[in-house]
């Protein structure tokens, strides 16, 4: 795993996990890398230093990192479980149904579905209270 410090095109400052330096490159390329303040896809790694330590602390880091990784992981499938057991699936119809609930259109309830990073920032910009969702992270009877 590699965490590196990402800065939008709006100056909003993040850090996020990636399985390895390509993951991020292939993951940014197909526009899957947003800012989670304003949606913004257009996101740049900003300079950081290298971590190095001495031998005795890279076991216990390295430990350590796995155990984080794991909960973080877990975290993220309790997250998505909740979710998707209490809130309304709207699939691509996201957007619209959000923008519908803020303004008083349709029903107040939780939604979740799919939106694309524009429609996301469109949101955010007129008021409308959105979060990305994680996703889930790979089971780990599948992961080699």
């Known amino acids: 795993m590699i965490r590196y410090a990402l800065n939008c095109d709006h100056g909003h400052g993040f850090e996020a996990w990636f399985g390895s330096s390509s993951d991020y490159d292939e993951q940014s390329a197909r526009g899957l890398v947003e800012c989670p303040v304003c949606g913004s896809g257009a996101v740049s790694k900003q300079v950081m230093a290298p971590s190095v330590s001495g031998t005795r602390k890279s076991a216990a880091s390295a430990d350590m990192a796995a155990k984080m990784q794991a909960m973080m992981m877990e975290a993220a499938r309790e997250v998505r479980s909740h979710v998707e057991q209490n809130f309304d699936y ?34 955010r910009e007129d008021g409308v209270p959105v979060a990305h969702l994680p996703g889930l992270p790979p089971d780990k009877s599948e992961v080699h």
């Open 90 to 123: 709207v699939g691509d119809a996201f957007a619209r149904e959000a923008r519908d609930i803020h303004e008083g259109r349709s029903e107040r309830r939780e939604i979740y579905g799919e939106a694309t990073a524009s429609d996301v920032r469109k949101l």
